[in-house]
């Protein structure tokens, strides 16, 4: 149940993404979205095993207990005929302590968002 909970929170902060000002890390990414305030990070932190949403740097743990997190990414041209992709998909993935399988979604921005290294 806390893993799907983080799942529609973090498809919620995602999919109305604006901008991506840094390249998504395999544990992190920074962004802004139209409708949430501030600049945001869902963020890993192996040592506290959590996965956090900082807002302006003010960290909430969204989910404790975590082994992983893998977040990507998939750049595509979207807006032909420009030469410039964009980020077409954001793909997030975690492994729960105590459940050992993964759970993941791949979420599909609303908003054209620049490519900046997917």
């Known amino acids: 149940?806390?893993?799907?909970?983080?799942?529609?929170?973090?498809?919620?902060?995602?999919?109305?993404?604006?901008?991506?000002?840094?390249?998504?890390?395999?544990?992190?990414?920074?962004?802004?979205?139209?409708?949430?305030?501030?600049?945001?990070?869902?963020?890993?932190?192996?040592?506290?095993?959590?996965?956090?949403?900082?807002?302006?740097g003010t960290a909430n743990v969204l989910l404790d207990q975590v082994e992983t997190l893998h977040l990507s990414c998939r750049g595509t041209n979207l807006d032909p005929p420009t030469f410039d992709d964009e980020i077409s998909e954001i793909t997030n993935d975690f492994t729960i302590t105590d459940v050992g399988r993964p759970f993941n979604m791949r979420i599909y921005p609303r908003n054209m968002v620049d490519d900046l290294g997917c």
């Open 1 to 56: 149940m806390r893993a799907q909970v983080a799942l529609d929170r973090i498809n919620l902060e995602l999919r109305k993404v604006n901008a991506v000002p840094n390249i998504i890390t395999d544990t992190s990414i920074t962004y802004t979205t139209d409708d949430l305030p501030g600049t945001r990070m869902i963020i890993y932190d192996s040592n506290a095993q959590t996965i956090s949403i900082d807002v302006d």
